[in-house]
């Protein structure tokens, strides 16, 4: 401990040089004297403690395992650290400064707003033929998003078209854009033997995860979404590259010999044919803008709602409704705070409302997040808690992760949120899998590397490569099991 002490000292004297750089860059100054650093801990329960210590005291977490915490520390904050209860195993630099490590134009919303400006105000002129498009080689604002949404459905309208998921909590749209093939109804018969007729107990009774044993007349719902913490701007636009990908690869024959494709042709048209997929590149269009604003903070990371103390936003990803912990981060201006109760988030609530809704017929759902390379299933609220379906999650989540590794050669760990990451109540896919009854509930964690959620522009487009992937793999699965169809991974071709 003591020499971790005497680390913290040093390293918070070769932060100050960098002061001086502010002047360079007047967004965020903050960040020259912050670092980016990862602490290693002795055991999964030492991580648990100390990333709610640190989430309690108002530290930036950037991302957690059982093995390692990441965050951002200013000086201040490194002397608060090193005083503390805590005894990290290893601390290590990532990023001495986070601003001096990057490329300061990308740093900035200038920087990504002309350059997003650029590629929309082609838009009118493109026909989207193909996916080395500009629109994946830069992030974009809110009204960008919805800008490329409404050309999607402008340019393919027999494929795509915009559903309104409801609204913020400062009355801003979240939009979708709801991709199939609107004139194909399937009718497929469902295998007696694939009917999934089980139930889990839990302290809040027993949860029934029955299928029905008909016939199924209409389309298979699949919900994507990301953005739901709003600096993780990788997330939205990865979603809009599996939109552009999925699309091309059904309606463009030939396909353009130049641009790449992930899907073949006849697995595109299947799944189009069967699933009615919903796109909705960002949960927390409040947050996002935020992320965008000249005043705002490009590190924000929770929606806009206030939630007293002078203080603003939920942690969306803590506040639905299945396990939410009251009590667990009760410091409303903490970046994990949960919320006073469950689905306080009107974006969540909205989103809830449209996942249950009947006409929907919500199977499947995925969760975009960035950083960390993991695919997951439930549960996240505890280790000690195992679905009667994790053999299933578990082998579609390999079956995607391998057919990730295929494209770049990254590697994406692969279990449960709680395995995987650490134990987070108030999660996305716990509450769609256990309440909501969307037995294919998977969340990704995409690529970071040490830019963790300040990932260049350029690899926007690689991101989008590998995970578009990885989702057809998945989305095949789901839909393979759900016809009843056998499927061996030992077995099967690559997609
Ligand atoms: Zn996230």
Avoid at 69 to 83: G, V, Y
Avoid at 147 to 153: D, N
Avoid at 218 to 229: D, P, R, S, T, Y
Avoid at 352 to 370: I, T
Wanted: proline share 6%.
């Amino acid at each position: 401990m003591l020499g971790l002490k005497a680390t913290l000292l040093a390293l918070v004297c070769t932060a100050l040089p960098s002061y001086i750089q502010a002047q360079q860059l007047p967004f965020a100054p903050h960040l020259h004297q912050e670092q980016l650093v990862r602490l290693s801990w002795p055991s999964r329960s030492a991580a648990e403690e100390a990333v709610a210590w640190l989430d309690d005291n108002n530290f930036d977490v950037w991302s957690t395992t059982p093995q390692h915490t990441t965050l951002r520390l200013s000086p201040s904050q490194h002397e608060q650290l090193s005083s503390s209860h805590l005894s990290p195993s290893a601390l290590d630099v990532l990023l001495p400064s986070i601003a001096d490590h990057l490329d300061s134009t990308t740093l900035t919303p200038t920087f990504n707003l002309q350059h997003s400006e650029a590629a929309v105000a082609n838009l009118s002129s493109t026909r989207l033929q193909a996916l080395d498009d500009p629109i994946h080689d830069s992030y974009h604002s809110l009204d960008a998003l919805y800008q490329i949404l409404r050309r999607f459905e402008e340019e393919f309208s027999d494929y795509a078209h915009i559903v309104k998921v409801g609204e913020s909590a400062e009355g801003k749209d979240i939009l979708g854009l709801k991709v199939t093939n609107q004139s194909y109804t399937p009718t497929v018969s469902r295998s007696q033997d694939d009917v999934v007729d089980s139930h889990f107990e839990d302290s809040d009774g027993i949860h029934a995860l029955k299928h029905k044993k008909h016939k199924i007349h209409k389309k298979l719902g699949f919900v994507v979404a990301g953005g739901q913490h709003a600096r993780e701007w990788i997330a939205p636009s990865v979603v809009l590259y599996l939109i552009h990908d999925l699309l091309l690869s059904t309606v463009y024959v030939p396909y353009p010999s130049h641009s790449h494709r992930t899907y073949s042709r006849p697995t595109a048209a299947h799944l189009l044919d069967t699933v009615e997929f919903t796109f909705i590149p960002t949960l927390n269009p409040d947050g996002y803008s935020w992320t965008w604003a000249t005043e705002g903070d490009r590190l924000w990371r929770k929606n806009r709602q206030p939630t007293g103390d002078g203080c603003y936003g939920v942690d969306m990803n803590r506040n639905w409704g299945f396990k939410w912990a009251s009590g667990s981060r009760p410091n409303p201006c903490s970046d994990a705070y949960a919320g006073e109760g469950p689905f306080e988030s009107p974006e969540l609530r909205a989103v809830r409302d449209y996942l249950l809704e009947k006409k929907n017929n919500v199977k499947g759902f995925l969760d975009v997040h960035s950083f960390g390379q993991m695919i997951m299933f439930p549960f996240s609220y505890s280790c000690s808690r195992s679905s009667p379906d994790e053999e299933n999650h578990f082998e579609g989540v390999v079956w995607a992760a391998k057919a990730l590794r295929a494209v770049h050669g990254k590697n994406f760990e692969v279990g449960s949120v709680c395995e995987v990451s650490l134990t987070a109540p108030g999660d996305s896919i716990d509450w769609t899998y256990a309440v909501g009854k969307i037995r294919w509930s998977f969340s990704v964690e995409l690529r970071g590397g040490i830019f963790g959620f300040l990932l260049p522009p350029a690899q926007i487009r690689p991101s989008g490569e590998e995970m578009s992937a990885a989702f057809v793999a998945l989305a095949d699965y789901v839909v393979r099991k759900e016809e009843g169809q056998r499927f061996d991974i030992a077995r099967e071709k690559e997609i």
